[in-house]
């Protein structure tokens, strides 16, 4: 028996809570799918004195809920962008 049920995991990108709803294009088909989206911004310093500043943006969603053979090349629209 599993420790949580596909409905307690649905509650943890819920838009009514923490989550957003984006849009996953793959192979001309569209799919509304709920998720967190995250924008970290990491900051190493090198041997020298320069500071590298990167931002990877992230959207974490159930793997149920992505179209079959969604993978690199996908698009995901969030907000219009």
């Known amino acids: 028996?599993?420790?949580?049920?596909?409905?307690?995991?649905?509650?943890?990108?819920?838009?009514d809570d923490f989550g957003i709803t984006a849009i996953w294009s793959h192979d001309g088909a569209t799919v509304e799918v709920n998720g967190i989206l995250s924008?970290?911004?990491?900051?190493t310093r090198g041997v020298s004195e320069v500071e590298t500043i990167g931002v990877e943006t992230c959207?974490?969603?159930?793997s149920a809920d992505l179209p079959n053979g969604a993978g690199q090349g996908d698009t995901v629209e969030v907000g219009g962008r």
């Open 39 to 43: 924008t970290p911004t990491m900051s």
């Open 59 to 62: 959207l974490r969603c159930l």
């Open 1 to 15: 028996m599993p420790v949580e049920s596909a409905a307690d995991r649905a509650s943890f990108v819920s838009p």
